[in-house]
């Protein structure tokens, strides 16, 4: 398990089930810095219809403060989180394998700063 999640109950729509979730956040001191909508995202760039599915980038300010002021690497600006140990949580061979692939491809960002 790499997430906890509960169905939703009596959202009327996606969009709905969005704004509960973002007002339950603020509730809790988060906002919501960053909403990417995947679908939308790759039917642009894939022509690929889907699900709706968003990610919502949160965060709670005094607790960002803490965390970066106990570790200033904490907030992975310029380092990269390694997506092979995060993906690997999941457990699944190809999910595995994918988690690499894009593990090369940002060691090859990162060489790439080098220079």
Known sequence: MYGFSIPLKGAASFDDAVARVTEALKT??????TDIDVAAT??????V???PYRILGACN???AHQALQADPEIGLLVAFMDPAA???LVDR??????G????????RVRDALQG
């Open 100 to 107: 690499m692939e894009v593990r090369s491809r940002l060691e």
């Open 49 to 51: 219809e889907g699900r």
């Open 86 to 88: 995060v993906l690997g």
């Open 42 to 47: 790759l039917k642009a760039k894939l022509n």
């Open 61 to 63: 300010p005094p607790l």
């Open 28 to 33: 809790e001191g988060f906002g919501v810095l």
């Open 93 to 98: 061979e190809e999910v595995t394998a994918l």
